[in-house]
């Protein structure tokens, strides 16, 4: 105790602004402990996959990716792809709602009730999300229990448009402005808002700034090893501030400036993209939060210009083999470019622990509501796993359960599965009870 006590009291003399703390509260060479934590982050992507293009061909550990996830080759050793994991229908809801409610959550819709948000017939999930389950295990010590951002999810609140979940009934609303997501993280009294000379002023200044001596000042307390963690992480930031400051010259200003670069608009995707990613990297590397989560669009319609494709929903549904099942796998190999995108990003970054990087200690879980989109079927799902979590699972593999079980198991065992490397040991999740998926770990 009386250590802990030293060091607080050491971060408060050498520390004056508080964005610092969180970081450098975790460098060994101020006394945190050394362990690495776990992370997890959940990502959507919607409408279903192409399998012929999707599942690799091969077995087990010596498969090869086809055109849908050749993107991740660089990560191919830290990979788990599936097929045979199924999302089961249980209870109400057409295939698009049961699949986004279901998801992460393997829970029931429930009926909808009147003058509540929902579709049709159908209202929320009827329980917690696989990455709120995990949160509340190991999000307890951090700032942000866990992060939420979204990518085009609509304001729109019903079932198909959220897929993050406290409890039944209960979604969560991803943030999906990155300028507020950086402000929510490292800034104060909204430096983005507003047109008063003063408040420019505030956007121009940096974040960093005004931290710098801090962190400069922290460095005489600090190993060798806790230098290079700080300057590689101060650096990432620096990167992702650059990118908003460009964003801000062109449209934070007052109207007559120019507008603000809209995260609304189909075109500014890729860069809404790669900035929520670099967000959250940071936010793990900088102690905010162990959770997070990644809703890229949502369950139905979203256009792609920047890839000429300008009806993903319409393209999901087209026959093999025609120019519009075309577009909708090129469509699913851009997601899974962003996938891999993110993977290197939590490459690069150092763990504060000095212990590798952000990914061997982070488990990346890729996901979608639909197998197929053109018969809307719940079978196959294309689940992706990436990412180390201290080597908990046997990565660099391709598990094909479609011709064990009903034709696959549950997608309940994979959360299970997910739950339980995480430290929660129970064999139910949702509304199941079947254990964990065979031959993970």
């Not at 212990?355 to 061997?360: A, E, W």
């Amino acid at each position: 105790m009386k250590t802990k006590i030293q060091r607080r009291a050491l971060l408060r003399n050498i520390l004056t602004t508080s964005a610092a703390i969180p970081f450098l509260a975790q460098m060994p060479s101020l006394g945190a402990a050394e362990t690495p934590k776990k992370r997890l982050i959940t990502t959507y992507s919607p409408n279903g996959t192409t399998p012929s293009q999707h599942f690799p061909t091969g077995g087990e550990t010596n498969f090869q990716f086809k055109r849908i996830l050749a993107p991740l080759e660089e990560f191919k050793n830290e990979i788990l792809v599936f097929k045979g994991v199924n999302i089961i229908r249980n209870g109400p809801g057409g295939e698009h709602p049961l699949g986004t409610g279901q998801l992460w959550t393997a829970a029931k819709l429930l009926p909808s009730v009147a003058g509540a948000e929902g579709i049709g017939d159908v209202g929320w999930a009827s329980g917690p999300s696989i990455d709120q389950v995990v949160a509340n295990k190991i999000g307890g010590n951090t700032p942000y229990r866990s992060l939420e951002y979204g990518i085009m999810a609509d304001s729109v609140s019903e079932v198909r448009t959220r897929v993050i979940y406290k409890g039944s009934a209960n979604y969560i609303e991803p943030e999906q402005n990155p300028f507020a997501a950086f402000e929510r993280l490292f800034g104060a009294n909204s430096p983005f808002a507003g047109d008063a000379s003063e408040q420019r002023n505030a956007r121009a200044a940096s974040v960093l700034d005004k931290v710098t001596k801090d962190f400069e000042y922290a460095k005489k307390y600090l190993s060798a090893q806790d230098k290079i963690l700080l300057d590689a992480h101060t650096q990432y930031v620096r990167d992702i501030e650059k990118r908003l400051q460009v964003n801000t010259v062109q449209a934070c200003d007052i109207p007559t400036q120019g507008q603000r670069i809209d995260p609304q608009i189909f075109e500014n995707i890729p860069k809404v993209f790669t900035l929520f990613s670099d967000l959250l990297v940071s936010a793990f590397a900088c102690g905010q939060t162990q959770v997070g989560s990644l809703q890229w669009t949502r369950s139905g319609g979203a256009s792609y210009p920047f890839i000429n494709v300008n009806a993903h929903h319409n393209s999901a549904h087209e026959p093999y083999n025609t120019p519009g099942s075309e577009q909708c796998i090129v469509v699913n190999t851009w997601f899974n470019e962003q996938l891999a995108y993110l993977l290197k990003a939590l490459k690069n970054m150092p763990d504060p622990s000095g212990d590798g990087t952000l990914l061997d200690h982070t488990l990346v879980v890729s996901g979608n509501e639909l197998g197929e989109g053109n018969n809307h079927s719940h079978r196959n799902i294309p689940f992706v796993m990436a990412g180390n979590l201290d080597k908990h699972f046997r990565m660099g593999r391709y598990l094909d359960y479609s011709n064990e079980g009903s034709n696959g198991y549950s997608h309940s065992r994979l959360l299970v599965s997910i739950q339980q490397a995480f430290g929660i040991q129970s064999n139910r999740f949702g509304d199941y009870n079947e254990g964990p998926l065979a031959r993970l770990v």
